[in-house]
C-alpha cells in the first residue's frame, strides 16, 4: 500500500481552527451570492429627478454628459483636469470621432467648467455648441423635438450667453461687438447698434431676467425659445430734447439678446470664427429668422414688469399722494404707460382708488398682457393722481390726461383705435372714470350755488378753472367704461366722522383748488348755499350725504357708452344687503350697465381670478362689437405665446 506524499491533515481540527474556517466559508458564500445588480425601490418623483438632472437645474451634470465621458474613460480626468479634457474632446469633434449627438455634451461640460473658473471664453464655447447641435444644417442631423436635449441646449446657449456678457460686477450685461477668444481660437462677433434703439428712446442698463425671482405675482409668465431674456431701462434718444411718448422712467423693456451664427457645425471645426449679435424688443415679435426659420425667442415679460416696479416702488408714495404732499405732479405726469403707443391698438386706461397707486394693476395687466389677442390690440395706460383731492378735480385731470395723449397718440396721422378707449376704474378711480361719461349738465354747479353760474363774481382764471371742473361732458375718446367696487352713491367707511375729520385735517389742497375755492366760497351767491363752507376732500365726496356722490348717482352714463360693473360682496346676508367691507352692493349697483358680475372678494381684488377674466372677457367683446380700422388681424401677427412657469 503506497502512502500519499505531502502533510497528511490532522484526524481532529482543533474547535478555533473550525471556526475560523466557517467564518472563511461564509464570506467566500456571501460574496458569490450577492447579486452585484438590482433595483432598489424608490418614488417616481425620485427616478425622475436624477433621470433629468442637469448642470443648469442641479449643477451636476446630466445623465447624457455622465454616459459620454465614462464610454471615454473621462469621468475622473474631468473632475480633476476639466480644461485639459476639453480641449481632448474639441480635438476628437475636429478629427470626426465625435457624433452629433455629442455637441450637447459639449455645450454642458462647458458650461460646468466656465462657471467653476473656465469664464467667458468657455461660456462662449458652451453657447457655440449648444446652438451648433440645434441648428443643425441637415435635417437628417436635426436633434429630435422628442429628445430632452433640444429643450436643454437651447436652455444651456441662453444661459451662457448672459454669463459670456456679463459685467465685471455681474450685475448687468455690457453687450458689444469685438473679437472675443475662445478655449480653440476666436470669435469676431459683431454688434447691430441700431438694435439699442426702441421706438424713440435707447436701451440701456441690461438685466438678466433669468436670474430674478418675482415676488408678489401671482403668475409668471415666459415665452421659452432661443436667446437670452432681459430687461432693459430706456432713456430719450436726445437728452436735452426727451421723447414725449409718456413711458415711465423707470419701465423695462423684455429684450431677447442674439447670437446668430452662420454655418456653425463647419465654424467650430476651425480657429476663426464669426457670429452677429443683436437684440429683439418684445415689441418688435416674438420670433427671428435663423436659417431661413422662424425661431421663437425666449422671453420674460413678466420679470421686467416686477423689476420697473421694484425700481420705482410706487407703494412707497400713496399716502403723500393722498394727502397731497406731491403736489408737483398735478399738472404733470398723470399719464403713464410701459411703451409708446403702438398705432392700431386701443388705449386702456387704468385709474386706481383711495391711497392707492397704479401698482395694484400689475396682476392684472400681467394676465391680460399674456392673452396674444389682447396684447396685440391693447396698450395699457395708468393714470396718477392726489386721490385726497375733491373727486371732481382729480375728474378734470383724467379728461385732460386722455384728451393730451390722445392728440399725442395722432401726431404721426389719424388713428381711429385711439378714439375707443376702454376706461376701467377701481373704487375711487371708478368715480373719476364716470366723469368721463356723463353729461352732468349744470348739477354740480347746483351744489354750490342756486346763481347761474355766469353770473357769479369771479376771477376769469377761477371761472375758466371752475367751469372746466363742475361741467361735465362725455369724451369723444372713451367708448367704454369699467367700474370695479366703485362707490357709486358713496361709501360707508367715508360716512364715519373721525375718518372725514381726520382727513379734512391732514388733505392739503393743490394751490389752484384752494385759490379756486376761496374765491368761490367767498361770494355771496355761494354763502346762500347751506353747507359748503370749505373745499371738500375727496373723502367728504364719498360720504352718503355729501351733494356730490348724491349727484353723481343720479347722472346715467351716456347711453353711447357701455358700461360694466364688477361689484364684491363678502358677507353672508345675501347680495342686496351685503358688501366688500367698504362699499355696500347697493351703492355699487348702478342700472343701464351691459354686464354685472358679483364675485365673492373683499374690496382690493383687482388680481382676483374671476375678476381678471371678466376685464379680459369684456376687451375681446369691444374688439368684435367695433374693431379699428387698422386692428392687427388675429392672424396677421405673432401672439406673446407666454407661458406660466
Not at 34 to 63: I, K, Q
Not at 606 to 635: F, N, T, W, Y
Amino acid at each position: 500500500m503506497r502512502r500519499s506524499r505531502g502533510v497528511p491533515l490532522p484526524a481532529r481540527l482543533t474547535s478555533s481552527v473550525q471556526a475560523s474556517v466557517a467564518v472563511l466559508l461564509c464570506g467566500i458564500l456571501s460574496i458569490g451570492c450577492t447579486a452585484p445588480f438590482g433595483v432598489r425601490p424608490a418614488s417616481p418623483e425620485e427616478v425622475h429627478r436624477s433621470l433629468t438632472a442637469n448642470v443648469l437645474s442641479t449643477g451636476d451634470l446630466s445623465n447624457f454628459s455622465r454616459i459620454m465621458l465614462h464610454r471615454r474613460n473621462l469621468t475622473d480626468p474631468f473632475e480633476d483636469h476639466p480644461a485639459d479634457v476639453l480641449r481632448r474632446l474639441h480635438a476628437e469633434l475636429r478629427a470626426g470621432t465625435m457624433s452629433d449627438e455629442d455637441l450637447f455634451s459639449l455645450a454642458e461640460l462647458s458650461f460646468r467648467y466656465a462657471a467653476h473658473g473656465g469664464g467667458r471664453p468657455h461660456y462662449l464655447a458652451a453657447a457655440l455648441y449648444g446652438y451648433a447641435y440645434v441648428f443643425a444644417e441637415d435635417a437628417k442631423n436635426a436633434p429630435s423635438p422628442f429628445d430632452p436635449r433640444l429643450r436643454l441646449a437651447m436652455d444651456l446657449y441662453n444661459r451662457s450667453l448672459t454669463q459670456a456678457f456679463k459685467s465685471p460686477e455681474g450685475e448687468q450685461l455690457e453687450i458689444a461687438g469685438g473679437v472675443y477668444a475662445l478655449p480653440f481660437g476666436e470669435i469676431d462677433i459683431t454688434f447691430d447698434e441700431s438694435t439699442r434703439i426702441w421706438e424713440h428712446r435707447h436701451l440701456t442698463r441690461f438685466t438678466a431676467a433669468a436670474e430674478l425671482e418675482v415676488v408678489g405675482f401671482q403668475n409668471r409668465y415666459r415665452q421659452p425659445g432661443i436667446g437670452a431674456p432681459l430687461a432693459a431701462a430706456t432713456e430719450p434718444l436726445d437728452p436735452a430734447d426727451p421723447a414725449h411718448d409718456y413711458v415711465g422712467p423707470n419701465v423695462r423693456v423684455p429684450v431677447t439678446l442674439l447670437l446668430r451664427v452662420p454655418d456653425p457645425r463647419r465654424q467650430i471645426l476651425g480657429d476663426q470664427l464669426t457670429g452677429e449679435l443683436r437684440l429683439y424688443a418684445v415689441t418688435e415679435g416674438q420670433t427671428a429668422e435663423i436659417d431661413g426659420r422662424s425661431v421663437p425667442l425666449e422671453q420674460e415679460p413678466t420679470a421686467s414688469l416686477a423689476l420697473g416696479l421694484t425700481t420705482a416702488q410706487p407703494w412707497r408714495q400713496d399716502l403723500k399722494m393722498f394727502l397731497g404732499r406731491m403736489l408737483p405732479i398735478e399738472m404733470g405726469a398723470n399719464f403713464g404707460g410701459r411703451e409708446p403707443h403702438r398705432r392700431g391698438r386701443i388705449p386702456v386706461v387704468f385709474v386706481h382708488g383711495t391711497a392707492s397707486n397704479f401698482s395694484v394693476w400689475a396682476n392684472m395687466v400681467n394676465d391680460l398682457s399674456s392673452d396674444p389677442v389682447i396684447a396685440r390690440n391693447f396698450d395699457f395706460w395708468f393714470f396718477r393722481y392726489d386721490s385726497g383731492q375733491p373727486i371732481l378735480y382729480s375728474g378734470m385731470l383724467l379728461r385732460h390726461a386722455i384728451v393730451d395723449a390722445a392728440a399725442a397718440f395722432q401726431t404721426d396721422g389719424p388713428d381711429p383705435c385711439v378714439q375707443r378707449m376702454v376706461v376701467i376704474g377701481h373704487s375711487q378711480g371708478g368715480l373719476l372714470v364716470k366723469l368721463t361719461a356723463i353729461h352732468s349738465g349744470d348739477r354740480f354747479w347746483r351744489n354750490a350755488s342756486d346763481a347761474p353760474f355766469e353770473d357769479v363774481k369771479l376771477s376769469e382764471e377761477s371761472r375758466t378753472f371752475l367751469a372746466d371742473v363742475m361741467f361735465v361732458e362725455p369724451l369723444p375718446e372713451v367708448r367704454r367704461v369699467i367700474f370695479i367696487a366703485t362707490p357709486q352713491r358713496g361709501s360707508y367707511l367715508a360716512g364715519w366722522g373721525f375718518v372725514r375729520s381726520l382727513s379734512q385735517r391732514l388733505i392739503r389742497l393743490p394751490a389752484t383748488v384752494a385759490k379756486g375755492g376761496i374765491e368761490l366760497f367767498s361770494a355771496d351767491e355761494v354763502q346762500r348755499k347751506v353747507g359748503l363752507k370749505r373745499m371738500p376732500t375727496s373723502i367728504d365726496n364719498m360720504w352718503p350725504g355729501h351733494p356730490f356722490i348724491k349727484a353723481i348717482s343720479n347722472i346715467p352714463v351716456a347711453p353711447e357708452i357701455p358700461a360694466h360693473s364688477i361689484i364684491g360682496v363678502v358677507d353672508d346676508g345675501g347680495v342686496e344687503e351685503g358688501g366688500d367691507g367698504v362699499v355696500k352692493y347697493a351703492s355699487a349697483h348702478i342700472d343701464g350697465v351691459e354686464s354685472e358680475l358679483v364675485v365673492p372678494y373683499p374690496h382690493s381684488m383687482q388680481s382676483q381670478p374671476e375678476v381678471v377674466a371678466e376685464v379680459q372677457r369684456i376687451l375681446r367683446h369691444h374688439l368684435e362689437v367695433g374693431p379699428c380700422a387698422d386692428m392687427v388681424d388675429d392672424d396677421a401677427a405673432p401672439g406673446t405665446g407666454a407661458e406660466p412657469r
